[in-house]
């Protein structure tokens, strides 16, 4: 390794495009990408035209995706790492007007706002190419020279480029791909954000979920209380603790009123219902509870080993619905079991602990930050998938990372994994 | 490497216990809870049941008595109606828009992606007219049902009827019957039930989030076919069926037929009857409350649940136990002065009539109280007053040998025992030894506690035919196409008299024809033995009774008929036996000596009046609706029987009473 470091930029790229590239992060992309194209094409079989490579399938377009995802990752490599960090911004521009063009000219698919047509039938999400320039932008300012994220103005700042594309997704409005950006906190955190904001989200989480399950919000408030009180009593020798302990109080007693407030006032009804069944609140399995019971069926009756490809009749039969792209997991579910189910989560996670490794092997800040969003965004989508297609999460549509079917979804998953592929594989340059 | 660098545990620590989270999830539902596999077994199979077609009943001639007939029900997917025009689809169905959404809001809430009725057994003309109009109306359907049809609308309680089952028929059938489903309630149709119903098939489909149909499950390797039926040829002949029940039309009472040399009951008719195609089909709601309130009980099978005292009919088979015993002989004479004193307790014969000097044969052709209760004195006597207890016993086992005090074991549910009393009910009644046979003497001239059912008295006379045995009596000859016969029904059941005994008895039969009591309903060319009866009844008018066989050698029928509350036993029921006789045996009618012709019989009036006829306790049955009519009909007809009950009750009650009072009145013909 020591000895690779004295070749120059030009010797490196001398030696191919397939020069130091992580191949383990190569081998889950094509692995997550075939078991993605089996389940699809078992999801949503037709007969009628049973061939991988029917494109009026869509599991013959996956493929298709497949293999322009594969051409643009070789490009990808052909490509000088600066030309990443040097064009984020204007990748990011790019994507914020196409957000803005979706407003008006985007095609309305089941209440949202989120497709262009870009002709002979395919349409393209700017929502999953904004993750990716948003990452690369993020990764880009924070970068910089005398940047701390730990600065209040160089926090704000940071703030303001994951917050810009959420507003925009959130007029469309696709709260999925919204909240998508709010796991970027975990970058932040990375780059030196006072854990604080950390144990704050977590803290959100479980006050938002409680608001609306205890449904009273006198015991909550009363609750907090007590909690500041006891710890103010068990710490009350540490006078730097106090205002913390007090902001922390106040903070968590203003969110739980507007959870309350967004909850009764803002969501609208079926937002609502999706909350409740998750959390247990109504549980309408015939109405809008159907989509979740559905998967659950589907995924529990898989037991161990599932019942083979191709052999699932929840899915086949569509009882499940969005089988091929945001359910897609309950394919893996019931026709690969348990055990399926565990290689494709084992799977996910080894991509996720590979890309910190990688993040933390960079000699580049830009790389790592960029590294750390990618890991962001992929763990989030897989969290609240999985979660939802098995009832643990309110359900959001937001597909499984290069498992769904989509071609934006796997083209912008592509994309992201072999930028990082191509910077890691520089590593040892510094890229600005 | 920045100084934030062990954070990278914090957040990879993140990544892996949220993927635990959902590994431990996962792992939950998919490997511990079961329930999710059978919810997906009830998500994609449909269990398609095709009912057999229920097996047809023939008469002994193989003329149908109940076949199946197509009827429709209009179903409806809610799911797949479009809208239409719902006003031409009332005006279609005959019902007003109200009861359209009603109905609709039903089939919703059963559900919106199965199909459920909408309109049930409609006939085959009236859905004609719906169906080429159906296909306009997206979404609703029809399905054909077989359901009973009746040619010949005769035999109603000996048929019974089928009915949808109800909850506990299901809990009961341990999973065979479907909501749905039709049950036999009542008649052959029950009783036959396992036979008739043949095995419903079972067709596994898979079926997709819209119920369409996407394959067979396994390749069809857990379905089974449906097997029809079995056909039932019944004992019955149906032209002696419809000329009884056209006999018996504006009377209350039974005709029982009985082939002596099989056991096979040949005419079963309970009167008043109904048309049992009213309980088929669209209106079989109203229809079946309509007769539920008939006073006069037409679900009240009287063959087999209607008791009454034998009367004078029981007299040869005292005379037979008498010769058994060797109290008797034929020649055995004895004088009648037109009365008998048993101890202090005079009998009288029929209006105080002097038979002079009779013997065996004369007693029953003049039908003599006075011989039958010295008869009855002397055998009740034979071991010393102080043995009439188990003397008693004795003479019950005899009289129990001839099939009655118990069932028969007919084929059909809910027979009668009738009532021969026990030395036991003496006791209780009179105190252990407070009784001898003067106390009892009513029983030598079958009055008394004695009750028989019309079948208890045709099986008797069979056996008489017989000389000496009887097959179980059986309204089903033979089931399915090899026409098998249960051998239950091949074995003769000895009744304890030698055949010797018989033919002075039936000589005094052939009398009361030839120049008897029933003289006037002798068929000319026809050796016919019978034996009126005139049975005593607290509630009016006396029954009147008749039972015969004929012919007298090698005989093909024997035949009891009561017609309640009529009188005498030569004036309703001998003609009617007579007629029925002659029906079977010639296949037409002849003139009779007293001019009695069928036509009157059948125009006669001899329903009893009401405010004297014994009703039971009152039926309640409000005909709301036709889903509750039934479960309202099944608990009237448990009252019927228990009516019954209470009427036996009654009729015991009243002549224990009138024991007690010794009354000295007793006139027996």
Redesign the interface.
Known sequence: MRSRSNYSYQQQQQRGFFFNVDWAIVFVYLALCTIGLLNIHSAVYDEKHPSFFDLSTDYGKQFIYIIVGSVVAIVILLLESRFFSTLAPVFYGITTLLLMLVLVVGRNVGGNQAWISIGGGFRLQPSELAKLTTCLLLARYLSGTNIRVTDPKSFMISLAIIGFPMLLIMLQPDAGSTLVFSSLIFVLYREGVSPYFLILEGLFIALFVLTLKVNNLAYIIGALLAIAIIILLLFRRNRKLMPVILAGLGICVAFVLSVNFIYSKVLKPHQKVRIDIVLGITTDIKGKGYNVNQSKIAIGSGKLWGRGYMQGTQTKYSFVPEQGTDFIFCTVGEEWGFAGATVVLGLYLFLLLRIIRVAERQRSTFTRVYAYGVASVIFFHVIINIGMTIGIVPSIGIPLPLISYGGSSLLSFTIMLFILVKLDSNRMGIVY | ?????E??Y???G???T??L???A???Y???I?D???L???N??LRKVYKNPARGPILDRNKKILVQNEAFYDIVVTPNLVKPFDTVAFCKLLNIDRAEFDKRFEKAVKYSPRLQSPFEKQLSAQAFAAIQERLSEFPGFDSSPRYLRTYPDSVAAQFLGYISEVNDNDIKKSGGYYHPGDFIGVTGVERSYENVLRGRRGVEND?????SRF?GHYANGAYDTAQVAGERLISSLDLRIQKLGERLMTNKVGSIVAIEPSTGEILCYVSSPTYNPNLLVGHERGNNAAELYKDPYKPFFVRPIQATYPPGSSFKPLSALIAMQEGIITPETTYNCPGYYWSGNHRVNCFHNERHGVVNLASAVAESCNGYFSWVFDRLMNYNGARQTASTFTNWRGNVAKFGLGARLGLDMPSEGKGNLPTAAHYDKVYHTGGWRSSTVISLAIGQGELLATPLQLANIDATIANHGFYYKPHLIKSIGDKEIIKPEYRVKNYVGIDSQYFEPVINGMQAVVDRGTAAGSKIPGIIMCGKTGTAQNNHGEDHSLFVCYAPRDNPKIAVAVVVENSGEGSKWAAPIASFIVEKYLRDSISSRPNGMTPEYIMNANRLPALDNYYQGPKLKLPPSNKDTAKHKADSADKKASIGAGHKKNKNKYGTSAYQLERREDEEQK
């Open positions: 490497m920045n100084s934030f660098f954070r990278r914090v957040i990879a993140i990544f892996i949220l993927i989270i959902l590994l999830r996962l792992f539902i998919q490997i809870d329930r999710y596999l919810y997906a077994q998500n994609v898979l079926v997709d989030s819209r996407k």
